[in-house]
C-alpha cells in the first residue's frame, strides 16, 4: 500500500482521468485521422453520448459552460433590457452571460432546504417583474433545486427555464437527470467539475431545432453559402475535437466518480457531523446528488475560517461558498428578492476537499486536522 505523504498537497477537486486510459485511445484517434478541429468523430459522438446519459433529445459540444449559458439565454430570445431571474447564490458565471445580453438579473434567494433557489422568493419575484423573460436555476455543488416547484411557479408564468447544471452532471432528482427538466440545460467540463475535458461546456434541450441554432451560432452564424455570408452575430464557441475526446473518455466514468464523491461525503459526515454546530449540505429525500463538493456549515465554537486556516497550513485545500451575487461588488446594483438565507449559508459555509484521487488516509488527514480544533 502506498504511504501518504504527509505534506502533499490535497486538492478541492482536481482533474481525475481514468485508470483506463479512455481519453487517450479517443485523442489518438483525432490526431491519427488528423481530425482536431471543432469537426469530427469525438464533438457528434461526445453530444450523442451525453445527450442519452442524461436522457435529452439534442446537445451541442461548446466551449465552456458559461458560453452554453450564454448561447441559452439568446435561443430563450433574452436581449436588451430583458428581466432574467437569477440565484443569488452561485458562481459569477451564472449570472454573466445575462450582462452579455445587455439584459438585466434580478438575483433570488435561496433556502435551507436545498441552499438552492428559494420557490417561494421565486414567486415573489414573478409579482414584483411579471415581465420577466428567463429563469436560470442552479444545482449547487450537485444538489438539485426543489424542481415541481420551481416548474409549477415557472410554467405557469409561461417563463424560459434554464438549468445551469454545471456542477451537477450524474445527479438526479426523483430520478430524472438535473439539467433536463427545463427548456435548456447546461454542463461545464472546467477542470474542477466532476469530469472534465481540460475545459468545456455542452447545451442540452429536447427543441433540437433550437440545438441546431445554437452549433450555427457557435461556428460563427456561417449561413449556407459558398462565399462566407453572415445574416447573423456569430460566436467562436465550439468544442474541438481533441477535447471531445477526453470528454468522452471521461463521461464512462462517470458513475465511479459520483460513487468516490458520495462516499468522501459519507466519510466526513460520519467523522464531523457529530461536532457541534456542524451541518451538513441538505440530501433530500428526491435528490441523488453527484456530491460534487462536500459542503457543511458551522455555526459553534469552530468556524469556517478556522478550518480553512488549519487546513491550508497542512497545504490542503478548500473554500468558502460561494458569495452571493447581491452582494458582489459588480452585481449589488441590481434588484435581489429574499432574506439573509444565502448571506448566512455564505458566511458559515465551507466546501472541504471532495478529490476523487484522495484515498482513505487523505480523508482522515483532513478529518484529523479539523477535530483538533475542537479540543482547543
Ligand atoms: C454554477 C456554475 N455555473 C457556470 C459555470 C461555468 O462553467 P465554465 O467554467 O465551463 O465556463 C461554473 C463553473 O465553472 C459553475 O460552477
Known sequence: MELTKVNERIFLSSPHMSDE?????????????NWISPLGENVNGFEKELAEKVGSKAAAALSSGTAAIHLALRA??????DIVFCPTLTFSATANPIIYQSATPVFIDSNYETWNMCPKALEEAFEKYPEVKAVIVVHLYGLSADMDKIMEVCRKHNVAVIEDAAE?????????HTGTFGDYGIFSFNGNKIITTSGGGMLVSNNEEKVAKVRFWATQSRDQARHYQHSELGFNYRMSNVVAGIGRGQLKVLEQRVEKKKYIFEFYKRELGVHDGVEFMPVNDWDEPNYWLSSMTLSGQVRPIDVMEALEKENIESRPIWKPMHLQPFFEKYDFVGTDVSEKLFGNGMCLPSDTKMTNEDLERVVKIIKRLWLK
Open 76 to 81: 430563450a430570445g433574452v436581449g436588451e433590457g
Open 21 to 33: 486510459g479512455y481519453e487517450m485511445q479517443y485523442i489518438k484517434e483525432a490526431f491519427d485521422t
Open 168 to 176: 451537477s452532471l450524474g445527479g438526479y432528482y426523483k430520478g430524472q
